[in-house]
């Protein structure tokens, strides 16, 4: 495990892939339509590869001027996404059927692994994971090589998260 691993996860986390909790919300309300946990949770991890190929700005947040240093900058945005995450899944189960939180948590879980599988690659450097990376990796500019800037980004991400909300609590 090399030195560096934990701040490579965060800054993954934080400028190549799209926030993890809009990830959630996607899979989250598409789980809606699933009366299988593991569907919920497959469909998850296949729509967080969707989503990965759409340009959502991240990247712009190097330029974050708030925070003096880079790792400050990836430190707060992780973060924020963590507390997101957490906060808006807390608000999804207490507006969710009780039969359905089972298949939603499924579905979360799924959008959340294929950076979870990132992550323990750039930990373990395993082999195994290695052709995952470079394809997820690739994924991100397979679509196009256009970027967003970081407040487009926060913009096209605020109103998917927003949208997803609606379609999870009505
Ligand atoms: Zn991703």
């Not at 991890?45 to 330029?63: A, C, R, S, T, Y």
């Not at 359905?100 to 579905?107: E, K, V």
């Not at 959008?111 to 690739?138: R, V």
């Amino acid at each position: 495990m090399t030195r560096k691993a934990p701040t490579q996860i965060l800054k993954f986390l934080t400028t190549e892939s799209m926030y993890i909790t809009v990830h959630s919300a996607i899979g989250a309300s598409a789980a809606q339509y699933i009366s299988e946990p593991w569907i919920a949770f497959v469909l998850g991890f296949l729509l967080h590869f969707v989503f990965d190929m759409i340009p959502h700005g991240d990247e712009g947040i190097k330029k974050w001027k708030f925070f003096k240093s880079n790792r400050r900058r990836i430190v707060a945005a992780a973060s924020l996404d963590l507390i997101g995450v957490m906060v808006m899944t807390v608000f999804w189960i207490n507006h969710s059927e009780m039969s359905q939180i089972p298949i939603m948590l499924a579905a979360i879980a799924g959008s959340i692994a294929p950076d979870a599988l990132w992550g323990l690659y750039e930990l373990t450097g395993s082999p195994l994971l290695k052709g995952y990376y470079n394809f997820h990796k690739k994924l991100h500019h397979v679509l196009t090589k256009k970027e967003l800037t970081l407040k487009h980004g926060f913009i096209f991400q605020g109103l998917i998260l927003l949208a997803m909300t609606i379609l999870i609590i009505s």
